[in-house]
């Protein structure tokens, strides 16, 4: 069922269930007030029978058809009845057998007045007490008026309520068309939006009622999908070039070398060169891959707990191991003395390829200049900076450095892929983590990263370590 007709029936059943409400307390109050009216009339019977009794000490029929034809309206089958103490029947207006059982004689008694409906009558009952003499006085008869009068009420309540019910039912269809066209204007435009137009927005009339903010936030969505469509282009793009250049140069290399017979150190040569591109495209296509990784990283792949410390120590042996004449310095400060509270959770393998990676760049252009890995930890997160004095980044494509495949300028003579820094951010944020970059072309770089502690503990003694790694 669409929302329209659903917000149709809603407003329908609802103003139904008020219109009921309404109509059934005007029709319980007409009949309330009908009978209360009647009653009145017939009490008023019952007092003119007793005041006749007391004045001639008797009732005749004759005296009382005298004065309703003098003062009183004439009642449908009215019945004027006077009993004894012993509830015997001293005086009845008609020659109608219909009399009142005992116990009602008895209730009317004990309650001096009683009011009640007995089959098709009204009938009235008071019990008197004058001269020492006990006497019951009941009057009855039929209200032909009243009924009639209700009935045609009943009438005019179901003809109304069918009316109102169709009415409402068509005012609550357009208020439903009318509340709800924006959103057609909406689906519309939806529609013509496809991957060859992420540029088109949707307009809403107004932007302040739920329409409207549904608009921003689909508007807000598309800005995402198309931001995500054009780096998907970029990153494409780029990809392809980078894995391009050391292909064309495997290719060219190999070309070069069957043009002609060569020498065997000839041939040793370009086989060097090839396998020097080769390892390059190697490490093009693991960093993709490790890229793509950290893209689809679920839940389940981030919840082992390891040490930062005991990673960095690890991360500086490998690199020591690959190059002997490495400078870099790994500096713990304020250690706590309760070393669990330098675990964090997350992915390690993913960690000590970001952490690899800052340090790797940090060592490669610094032209064999000292690098230091300094680590500190406070009670919310631990903070780890690298710091170089090599190149540095030129201001303008400092804001760019960390897009997939993008190389500063003066970057472009060193062998990478410029994807390094890019992965790491994304892996420092799948960690919930923060990385800046502060540098200053050819004064050095400072990349600091921020990560989570696994839980925050209250304050703890810290200590220092220092480790140089340094050419032997």
Same mark, same amino acid.
């Given at each position: 069922?669409?929302?329209?007709?659903?917000?149709?029936?809603?407003?329908?059943?609802?103003?139904?269930?008020?219109?009921?409400?309404?109509?059934?307390?005007?029709?319980?109050?007409?009949?309330?007030?009908?009978?209360?009216?009647?009653?009145?009339?017939?009490?008023?019977?019952?007092?003119?029978?007793?005041?006749?009794?007391?004045?001639?000490?008797?009732?005749?029929?004759?005296?009382?058809?005298?004065?309703?034809?003098?003062?009183?309206?004439?009642?449908?089958?009215?019945?004027?009845?006077?009993?004894?103490?012993?509830?015997?029947?001293?005086?009845?207006?008609?020659?109608?057998?219909?009399?009142?059982?005992?116990?009602?004689?008895?209730?009317?008694?004990?309650?001096?007045?009683?009011?009640?409906? +007995?089959?098709?009558?009204?009938?009235?009952?008071?019990?008197?007490?004058?001269?020492? =003499?006990?006497?019951?006085?009941?009057?009855?008869?039929?209200?032909?008026?009243?009924?009639?009068?209700?009935?045609?009420?009943?009438?005019?309540?179901?003809?109304?309520?069918?009316?109102?019910?169709?009415?409402?039912?068509?005012?609550?269809?357009?208020?439903?068309?009318?509340?709800?066209? &924006?959103?057609?204007?909406?689906?519309?435009?939806?529609?013509?939006?496809?991957?060859?137009?992420?540029?088109?927005?949707?307009?809403?009339?107004?932007?302040?009622?739920?329409?409207?903010?549904?608009?921003?936030?689909?508007?807000?969505?598309?800005?995402?999908?198309?931001?995500?469509?054009?780096?998907?282009?970029?990153?494409?793009?780029?990809?392809?070039?980078?894995?391009?250049?050391?292909?064309?140069?495997?290719?060219?290399?190999?070309?070069?070398?069957?043009?002609?017979?060569?020498?065997?150190?000839?041939?040793?040569?370009?086989?060097?060169?090839?396998?020097?591109?080769?390892?390059?495209?190697?490490?093009?296509?693991?960093?993709?891959?490790?890229?793509?990784?950290?893209?689809?990283?679920?839940?389940?792949?981030?919840?082992?707990?390891?040490?930062?410390?005991?990673?960095?120590?690890?991360?500086?042996?490998?690199?020591?191991?690959?190059?002997?004449?490495?400078?870099?310095?790994?500096?713990?400060?304020?250690? &706590?003395?309760?070393?669990?509270?330098?675990?964090?959770?997350?992915?390690?393998?993913?960690?000590?390829?970001?952490?690899?990676?800052?340090?790797?760049?940090?060592?490669?252009?610094?032209?064999?200049?000292?690098?230091?890995?300094?680590?500190?930890?406070?009670?919310?997160?631990?903070?780890?900076?690298?710091?170089?004095?090599?190149?540095?980044?030129?201001?303008?494509?400092?804001?760019?450095?960390?897009? &997939?495949?993008?190389?500063?300028?003066?970057?472009?003579?060193?062998?990478?892929?410029?994807?390094?820094?890019?992965?790491?951010?994304?892996?420092? =944020?799948?960690?919930?983590?923060?990385?800046?970059?502060?540098?200053?072309?050819? =004064?050095?770089?400072?990349?600091?990263?921020?990560?989570?502690?696994?839980?925050?503990?209250? +304050?703890?003694?810290?200590?220092?370590?220092?480790?140089?790694?340094?050419?032997?």
């Amino acid at each position: 069922m669409s929302i329209r007709n659903r917000l149709t029936l809603l407003f329908t059943a609802i103003v139904a269930v008020i219109f009921t409400a309404i109509l059934s307390a005007i029709y319980l109050l007409s009949v309330n007030y009908s009978e209360s009216s009647f009653y009145d009339r017939l009490r008023e019977r019952a007092f003119i029978a007793y005041r006749i009794y007391l004045e001639k000490n008797q009732l005749s029929k004759q005296l009382l058809v005298e004065f309703e034809q003098e003062d009183l309206e004439k009642l449908s089958r009215e019945v004027l009845q006077i009993y004894d103490k012993q509830n015997n029947v001293t005086f009845i207006s008609t020659e109608d057998n219909w009399k009142l059982t005992q116990v009602e004689l008895n209730q009317i008694k004990k309650l001096k007045k009683l009011n009640f409906k +007995k089959e098709n009558r009204y009938v009235v009952g008071v019990y008197h007490q004058e001269n020492n =003499q006990e006497f019951i006085v009941v009057a009855s008869a039929i209200d032909k008026v009243g009924s009639s009068k209700i009935k045609q009420l009943q009438l005019v309540i179901i003809i109304s309520f069918s009316i109102g019910l169709i009415i409402i039912y068509l005012s609550g269809h357009f208020f439903a068309n009318n509340a709800l066209n &924006p959103m057609n204007d909406v689906m519309t435009q939806v529609k013509q939006i496809t991957d060859s137009n992420l540029s088109m927005r949707v307009s809403a009339g107004n932007e302040n009622d739920e329409i409207g903010r549904l608009t921003r936030t689909f508007n807000e969505m598309l800005d995402r999908i198309e931001g995500a469509f054009e780096a998907q282009r970029s990153f494409a793009s780029l990809a392809s070039h980078e894995l391009r250049t050391p292909l064309t140069a495997i290719i060219g290399e190999l070309q070069v070398l069957n043009t002609r017979d060569r020498s065997t150190q000839d041939y040793k040569k370009g086989i060097e060169k090839a396998l020097e591109e080769a390892k390059l495209l190697k490490n093009i296509i693991d960093d993709l891959l490790v890229f793509t990784r950290t893209h689809l990283q679920d839940g389940e792949g981030m919840k082992e707990i390891f040490r930062i410390d005991e990673l960095l120590w690890e991360i500086q042996d490998t690199i020591f191991l690959r190059n002997k004449t490495a400078k870099l310095k790994l500096i713990l400060n304020q250690m &706590p003395e309760n070393q669990d509270l330098l675990k964090i959770q997350g992915n390690i393998d993913l960690m000590r390829v970001a952490l690899n990676n800052v340090v790797e760049n940090a060592l490669k252009y610094s032209n064999n200049q000292e690098v230091i890995c300094e680590m500190n930890w406070y009670e919310s997160h631990i903070k780890i900076n690298i710091i170089d004095t090599g190149i540095g980044i030129p201001a303008e494509d400092l804001k760019r450095i960390t897009e &997939p495949f993008y190389r500063a300028e003066n970057a472009r003579t060193y062998t990478g892929s410029g994807i390094g820094l890019a992965l790491t951010q994304k892996i420092i =944020q799948k960690h919930q983590g923060e990385m800046r970059i502060r540098s200053n072309e050819n =004064q050095g770089t400072t990349v600091s990263i921020s990560l989570p502690t696994q839980k925050h503990s209250p +304050k703890e003694h810290v200590l220092t370590f220092e480790k140089s790694l340094n050419p032997i």
